[in-house]
């Protein structure tokens, strides 16, 4: 079952805030995302869906970044 960063069993913001914390500077990125209709798809799951889950991620570093 597909869903959005903000759907899933884990607190994304804890995550950030730990991959912070240990000094993590790599790539954080969506993997597959729901599919939702009219949405043009590509191996992802949908162009809109997977634009959706990339700026909730950017959202959540902007915020541990804004914390320190």
Do not use: W
């Not at 162009?47 to 541990?64: E, I, N």
């Amino acid at each position: 079952h597909e869903a959005y960063p903000d759907e899933g069993d884990m607190n994304m913001l804890a995550v950030m805030r730990v991959l912070k914390d240990v000094g993590y500077d790599r790539i954080v990125m969506p993997d597959h995302v729901p599919m939702i209709p009219g949405d043009p798809g590509n191996y992802m799951g949908g162009k809109v869906s997977f634009a959706f889950a990339l700026g909730y991620v950017r959202a959540l570093m902007q915020t541990v970044e804004a914390e320190a």
